[in-house]
């Protein structure tokens, strides 16, 4: 198993353009690589031979990012299956989503380090303050350290669920109408844990820049509440 995180730089907005747009735009750049193999020590790669992980379960934090950049940027195209999104694992478990609010969630004995936003902004975007870097590195590699803690300390995605943070990390979604399709394929047939379903659905709106319909903000409502008033009820024909 192995636990990753990137930091990278590029003249490209990552919040405006989208991931895939940055992940492909000619200015992104990997910075570092931080990678840990199961509990072993937190490594840093910076340029030269990448590491091999094909074998491997790649676990990342809103792992859409880093499967991109290794598909654009790297051009290693591990399978898709390969990869674990630790965000959906916190967002199933009721956690918040950001790494930082997940850590302090689950009470990790490992933390985001605090400053990684004046860090970013210093090194990713441009004029890109080079001095800052070893900072940023150590800071890269915290992250990995805290994402390890917080992934272990939480459930692990069922099978079913771990197939649709798949779809989530791939970013099929891209229009309302694939909402429409995604509601169909969680809520219906494919009959998911409706809680984390809910919780992909939205995250993957949100991630596109996707405003949901009334009738899908009206439908994830009456599936909630419906499901919320059946757990009330068994658990009153348990006590």
Known sequence: MIYCDFETKSACDLKTAGVYNYAQHGTTEVLCMAYAIDDGEVQLWTEGPLPDFAGHQIRAHNAAFERLIFWYVLQQDYPLDQF??????????????????????????????????????????????????????????????????ISKGMRLLGQDAAKMAMAYCLGIVKTQE???????FTLGKFQMDYLFAIIVITQVALIQNIYLRGHQKIMLKMHYKKNVITLVAKMGDQS
């Open 178 to 184: 694939h909402i429409d399709f995604l509601m169909k």
């Open 84 to 149: 674990y999104c630790t965000a959906a694992q916190a967002r199933a478990s009721c956690a918040p989503g950001s790494l930082e609010d997940a850590g302090r969630f689950a009470g990790a004995s490992m933390r985001k380090d605090h400053r990684g936003g004046h860090l970013v902004r210093q090194c990713c975007l441009p004029p890109y303050n080079t001095a800052l870097l070893p900072e940023l590195y150590d800071y890269c590699k915290q992250d990995v350290r805290a994402m390890r803690a």
